[in-house]
């Protein structure tokens, strides 16, 4: 969370920042500044977005070439002009922005008031500040050297950039924990929390590696560690288009990727899926294909709605692998003290790779022996460097803060990780495995289906967007796209929604239903089918509003739904990917009918790298 920017170079740096500070906000929101280091050193803050800061210093003088940005996502101290980042040390002569949290700074704070300090902000950032600051004056250092020295007390996780009012054309960077990126010109330098920002103006890019400190400069890049060791950068070359990261002629991201849908799946099978030969290639899969076909169990890490692939993960790798499967929220499963022997496979999914609860979750099991497996979206971000192997979900850029296509794409990198391990397990025969593969290849296909029905789910919004509650009902593998349909409608809509096993309603969620309460069915015909009519008939007959997702021609369900929307035929361990869809555009369009800003839902953040 928080998004950061640094600009060194001939340009003019506020320009620069404001712009790849518009594509950071899906970090946070709550407020943005900037701190430009020209003549002096001057800092423009402001609660609200971007676009506020804008208006707000319309006329003041902002033609450094040398600056760093910062859009928050508040943890400690409310959203506020004075909480708002850059932070000014007490000199005024050093300006600093922060992404992550500061977890000793009480005790920073303590010792740096009993020295007489004044704290201008409640935030943990500003006393960090005020702590290298200290350390600069008492031993007449210089600010690299005071950064150094105070990192080695911080506890908790950071990326931090400086800029020094004695120091002109340089910025000091460094992180632990959260993403920095520094992007390569020709005489001139970008820092970044993510590289796609950056596309526009370049496409080389270093990723700055935990416990490591930059010194950048228009012409030059040091990078040490805190031990101060040189360390040689590793420049990357992106692999990504400036379209990538448009909206290109949609109102919203989020819809501009649930339409992207056929395209990302395609992506993400392309190269890798031969349905006519019969073939899975996954080098990631194919060099650890040892220990994930001879595991005792696999443990699946994540949060959220990659929490959520994880959990149709534990259906499909059970039935087709029959390897035992646990799914574990990656907050909870840190903390605890979980059993991990050597050689247990942890699967950690991920769009943004940078989760802090996934990331330690799989520090803290990589620690103890376990083999690290990868399903991330954003290439080279800390959870896939981190990993022993993976796949990458090759979904693109995901903006929207709600994920749509990278969710897509993660149920079909993990359903083909499951086809491969029971293939090479023996435990699927090779006539099922061929029709997988098959009707794998058929989804960007199906997808497009689904995705012409976008009119008739946008008339069933305005007809339910004034209800209070909805209930979210599944079975068996459309259980998770249940859970998923409610989390997306609660986050873009505000909208009190629950996701249920549809049998587990009988044992408390049925008192809930009556003629007001919408509950949304996903109801594609699978094993379950004759079970799941039950269970429509059991709301029908307490006056339940029924919205079903349902197998084109599925006459039954059609005979007892208030309304329903259908989706092409598919094998049960595919459906999902189809049967998520209507339940991405149902959220979104009440969303939009609320008239809510639906790629910056309130209080969340894109990529979460606080715990
Ligand atoms: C919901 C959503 C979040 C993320 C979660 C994990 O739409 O986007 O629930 O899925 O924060 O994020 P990643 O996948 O980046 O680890």
Request: contains cysteine; hydrophobic residues 40%.
């Amino acid at each position: 969370m928080c998004g950061i920017v640094g600009y060194t170079g001939p340009r003019v740096a506020y320009p620069v920042i404001i712009n790849v500070l518009k594509r950071l906000e899906y970090r946070g929101y709550d407020s943005t500044g900037v701190a430009l280091l020209g003549k002096d050193l001057k800092v423009y803050k402001k609660k609200g977005r971007v676009a506020d800061l804008e208006e707000a210093i319309v006329g003041q003088d902002v033609h450094a070439h040398t600056g760093i940005g910062h859009t928050r996502w508040a943890t400690h101290g409310e959203p506020s002009d004075r909480n708002a980042h850059p932070h000014s040390s007490a000199t005024g002569k050093l300006a600093m922005i922060h992404n992550g949290i500061i977890e000793n700074y009480t005790q920073l704070k303590k010792e740096l008031v009993r020295k007489g300090y004044e704290f201008k902000s409640d935030t943990d950032t500003e006393v960090l500040l005020n702590f290298i600051e200290d350390i600069k004056e008492n031993n007449q250092c210089s600010l690299e050297e005071a950064v150094r020295v105070a990192l080695k007390r911080v506890v908790g996780a950071y990326v931090i950039l400086l800029v020094d009012r004695d120091e002109p054309d340089t910025i000091i960077a460094a992180r632990k924990g959260s993403p920095l990126v520094i992007g390569i010109g020709k005489g001139e330098h970008f820092l970044g929390s993510d590289a796609s920002p950056m596309l526009e103006y370049t496409k080389e890019v270093v990723y700055v590696n935990d416990y490591e400190l930059a010194i950048i400069k228009p012409e030059e890049l040091v990078l040490k560690n805190l031990g101060n060791e040189k360390i040689t950068p590793y420049v990357q070359k992106l692999d990504l288009e400036l379209a990538a990261i448009e909206k290109g002629g949609y109102e919203h991201f989020m819809l501009k990727e649930i339409f992207e849908q056929p395209q990302t799946i395609y992506d993400c099978l392309r190269g890798r899926l031969d349905a006519v030969e019969g073939t899975i290639t996954m080098a990631g899969v194919q060099n650890y294909i040892g220990q994930l076909t001879n595991a005792n169990r696999i443990l699946i890490v994540a949060c959220g709605t990659s929490w959520h692939a994880g959990l149709l993960a534990e259906y499909i790798f059970e039935e087709l692998c029959r390897t035992p499967v646990e799914v574990e929220y990656a907050s909870e499963f840190r903390y605890r003290n979980p059993v991990i022997h050597p050689g247990d496979v942890i699967i950690a999914i991920s769009q943004s790779g940078e989760t802090a609860d996934t990331l330690v979750a799989i520090e803290k099991a990589k620690e103890q022996g376990a083999i690290i497996f990868g399903v991330v979206n954003v290439v080279g971000s800390s959870i896939a460097r981190l990993s022993h192997s993976g796949a990458y979900t090759h979904a693109g850029p995901e903006i929207g803060v709600a994920s749509t296509k990278a969710f897509t794409a993660q149920l079909v990198v993990l359903t083909m990780i499951a086809l491969k391990v029971a293939m090479e397990k023996g435990t699927i025969t090779r006539e099922r495995f061929m029709h997988l593969l098959n009707e794998l290849h058929e989804i960007p296909a199906k997808t497009e289906i689904v995705l012409q029905q976008s009119e008739k789910i946008k008339e069933l919004a305005e007809k339910y967007k004034d209800a209070r509650d909805f209930l979210y009902l599944g079975r068996g593998y459309n259980f998770p796209i249940a859970l998923e349909g409610a989390l997306k409608l609660k986050e873009i809509s505000y909208i009190h929604a629950e996701g249920y096993p549809a049998a587990e309603m009988k044992h408390g969620p049925i008192a809930l239903v009556d003629e007001s309460l919408p509950v949304v069915f996903v109801a594609t015909k699978d094993s379950y089918h004759e079970k799941i009519v039950s269970n429509i008939q059991e709301i029908k007959a307490r006056k339940g509003k029924v919205i079903a997702v349902i197998t084109e021609g599925d006459e039954t369900i059609k005979g007892m739904a208030d309304d329903v929307i259908e989706v092409p035929e598919a094998d049960e361990i595919v459906a999902p990917m189809l049967s998520t869809i209507p339940m991405q555009l149902l959220a979104y369009y009440i969303g939009v009918a609320k008239q809510l800003d639906v790629d910056k839902p309130r209080n969340l953040a894109k990529s979460v790298t606080v715990e």
